[in-house]
């Protein structure tokens, strides 16, 4: 899957710093509501408690009748439909100098605080939340009403960053598994030479050339499957190629979606099956295969059950993500399949020198702070990552102040707008913001697989490299880049909740993980052959000595024979 997502975002439509939790009280008895507030430069009724007189048989636009005149903290009104502008109402109101003023309305209201100066804070809710409020207050006696801004820490987060955390452990213990793997593969390779080699002694052809070729082709394709070396050109391709893919996600997000549908799930399925295969492999009961079927043509079937349910459930998973993907309950389905792909591609990663790695690392370093913090000045003040989280180039930014001119509530309706799947997505946690989810458009906490799969290059190069060095016990430069990876991705929440703004992972990912790396090699006395690689390709060059040896002596021995 290519990499093209890299930005941690948490998506809303009001500002967090809009919404605020209104705790009303009678008796021994209270109701959380959440409502959007209007606020004023010098507001000294947060956190506090305050008198309540109901008005729900006000309407605002009419002077209030004499019981509802005397003195009071705040005033809570249920209009569902305003008859009169905001402007009237707020003159009415304002006439008794209330501390807080609570309206349940649909709207729509328009607020022009050049025409009023608002000398009391406002907060508006639904009128479905405002039904709830005036049965709870209906002939109820001495009622008060408090505040609290919404907490801008969730939950959400922390799970997100274990999940993202365990994600690159697994995927640096399957590299290096896989690694192990690819060493070990002389044996194979010396036995398929033994196979070749028969076969073409009976057939009388010049033997040993193809053999040659075919060790010469062995030796090829094994050194490729240990490690992916990258040039300069390739990374420039790369690049050129996440840039474009971005680019046209922006400007026909509509159209290139569905392109990115295809391929999420076509690589989420293969990564469950692969994934599963492993669980197959690791128990002997599930490893039982059905006798062999022959089918016209010479042709044989050898079918092991386990695999072939696994392979339904794997596509079973997609189809069904891909049908019920605007539900809420969907999320479970995306991160089994977003996180499968991302472990599969983790284990695919393992660059033969840190030079390309850290190439890498500072391209996509700058290319994050570009795409998050450069193109708004050529968008509409919009970055072109945050866009396209949200659908395209015509998407609602999850950031700047609300439009207090055309307040709205209405119907809530089912969101059915199409996002990019290649995240992991972990709804609120917290009770204020599953209170306050009506007010948002999307009610979860996300981070781009890019923000593994980037990082996952240094974490996979440090797994490799402690295997070539002799550290297996002790893989210092594996847990270095994990500890590394880890406090990174915490100071990205941590500027996401300081900030209230989408945060590129990447911009504290990257450098964390440069910086640890060189720091452990220095204290080594290793920065050399950890730069270059130079035990990988030590340990490469002996498994294919290996190759050859059992090669030759496979030789020998048929000779003898």
Known sequence: MTIHYFLLVLLVKYSQCDLVILKFKHSDKSLDICALKKPIPQDTSVNKELKLINLVDEDGCHPFNDGSKSNTSALYLHVPNPRCSFTDMATNIQEHKPKLVIIGTDGPISINTSLINLTAPYAFMADEFAKKVSLFLEGETNLTVSQSDLSRFD??????????????????????????????????YGQAN???????????????????????????????????????????????????????????????????????????????????????????????????????????LNL?????????????????????????????LQNV????????????????????????????????????????????????????????????????????????????????????????????????RRLCSYYYDFSFSLLGLGDILVPGLSVNYAIIFDRAIGNCRFPKYFIVNVIGYIIGL???????????????????????????????????????????GEPINTL??????????????????????
Not at 304 to 332: D, N, V, Y
Not at 499 to 512: D, R
Not at 540 to 561: F, R, V, Y
């Open 155 to 188: 939950g959400s987060l922390l799970v997100i960053w274990v999940i993202a955390s365990l994600t690159i452990i697994f995927g640096g213990i399957w590299t290096r598994h896989e690694f192990n793997i690819k060493l070990e593969k002389p044996k194979s």
């Open 194 to 300: 033994q196979n070749f080699t028969e076969e073409n002694n009976d057939n009388q052809i010049n033997s040993s050339n193809l053999i040659e070729r075919e060790e010469n082709k062995n030796d090829d394709d094994h050194k490729h499957s240990l490690t992916i070396s990258v040039g300069y050109w390739s990374i420039l391709v790369l690049l050129v190629f996440v840039v474009g893919m971005l680019l046209m996600l922006y400007y026909f997000f509509d159209y290139m979606i569905y392109v990115i549908y295809v391929i999420f799930c076509l690589g989420a399925a293969s990564s469950i099956y692969r994934i599963g295969c492993l669980v197959i492999d690791s128990f002997e009961i599930l490893k039982y295969q059905l006798p062999t079927l022959n089918l016209p043509f010479n042709k044989k």
């Open 304 to 332: 092991q059950p386990a695999k072939a349910i696994l392979c339904l459930i794997s596509i079973s998973i997609c189809i069904l993500w891909f049908i019920f993907r605007h539900k809420e309950w969907s999320w479970t």
């Open 337 to 432: 399949m977003a996180l499968s792909l991302a472990s599969n591609a983790l284990s695919f990663y393992r660059l033969s020198k840190y030079k390309t790695v850290t190439i890498i690392l500072v391209v996509f370093f700058l290319y994050d702070i570009f795409m998050v913090f450069i193109t708004p000045t050529f968008t509409k003040g919009t970055s072109i990552m945050e866009a396209v989280a949200f659908g395209g180039k015509d998407a609602t930014s999850s950031s700047g102040s609300q439009d207090w001119s055309n307040l709205q509530f209405g119907n809530r309706t089912a969101d059915t707008s199409n996002r990019l799947p290649v995240v992991i997505i972990i709804p609120h946690i917290n009770y204020e």
């Open 490 to 532: 915490l100071l990205a929440f941590i500027g996401l909740l300081f900030m209230n703004t989408a945060q590129p992972a990447l911009l504290y990912l990257c450098p964390i993980l440069l910086i640890f790396s060189f720091i452990t090699a220095i204290l080594s006395r290793e920065t050399k052959i950890f730069w270059s």
């Open 540 to 561: 490469i060059s002996q498994a294919e000595i290996q190759m050859l040896t059992s090669g030759q002596k496979t030789d020998e021995e048929n000779a003898q024979g």
